[in-house]
């Protein structure tokens, strides 16, 4: 099973309306088998091959020297198949004690 960092196509540093009340950063996993007209992320969620993946270890190091400014991380996208993978990416992100 491939895993969710192998996906990983963007990152916002601070998001202050993803989790609303929170202060985060996002996660986003490339591809994604549904076409919503409206999409907001139509070229990560359809072209995400066009897209460079992004560094594990920079997203890592980033989340855990700012851990004590950030209260959680969001992980949003991917296909369903790489969702199942996403507890790699989840299970990091928690171990750096964001909720």
Avoid at 14 to 35: A, E, I, Q, T
């Amino acid at each position: 099973m491939s895993s969710a960092w192998n996906h990983l196509h963007g990152f916002e540093r601070l998001s202050l309306c993803d989790w609303p009340g929170y202060s985060s950063c996002v996660v986003f996993l490339g591809g994604c088998n549904m076409r919503c007209p409206t999409c907001h992320n139509w070229q990560l969620a359809w072209h995400a091959d066009t897209l460079p993946v992004l560094s594990r270890a920079a997203v890592e190091a980033y989340i855990e020297a700012r851990r004590h400014w950030l209260d959680g991380v969001v992980v949003t996208g991917g296909k369903r198949p790489w969702s199942r993978a996403s507890p790699t990416c989840s299970a990091t992100c928690a171990a750096s004690a964001c909720p």
